[in-house]
């Protein structure tokens, strides 16, 4: 069992930067491989950013490629999504998840352990 909290969303303007952090209970964080997400309103769950177990090996949705960057630091039991060069259309409410299905890092059917979400607002 993995416990997600995440944080460090807030309201900006078009171009600022964020960094979201997402804190793990539980000692096994090391083992799973972390996705980012996000929601905006009346749209799906889409897939930003996924990190292997290690760190070693990084994915990012088309979109925010070049300006978001996922990490990680395992022996403080957190990932982090750095965001760069923030538009209105990054808007949205951003999970933190672990992966415990292999059906593919992008698809949230992949994550049973979901944060609470925090909301990130860009203004133009």
């Known amino acids: 069992q993995v416990q997600l909290v995440e944080s460090g969303g807030g309201l900006v303007q078009a171009g600022d930067s964020l960094r979201l952090s997402c804190a793990a209970s539980?000692?096994?964080?090391?083992?799973?491989?972390m996705g980012w997400f996000r929601q905006a309103p009346g749209k799906e769950r889409e897939f930003v950013a996924a990190?292997?177990?290690?760190?070693?090996?990084?994915y990012y949705a088309d979109s925010v490629k070049g300006r978001f960057t996922i990490s990680r630091d395992n022996a403080k039991n957190t990932v982090y999504l750095q965001m760069n060069s923030l538009k209105p259309e990054d808007t949205a409410v951003y999970y933190c998840a672990a992966e415990t299905h292999d059906y593919g890092l992008g698809r949230p059917v992949s994550y049973d352990y979901w944060g609470q979400g925090t909301q990130v607002t860009v203004s133009s």
């Open positions: 539980g000692r096994t964080f090391s083992s799973y491989a």
């Open positions: 990190i292997s177990w290690s760190g070693g090996s990084t």
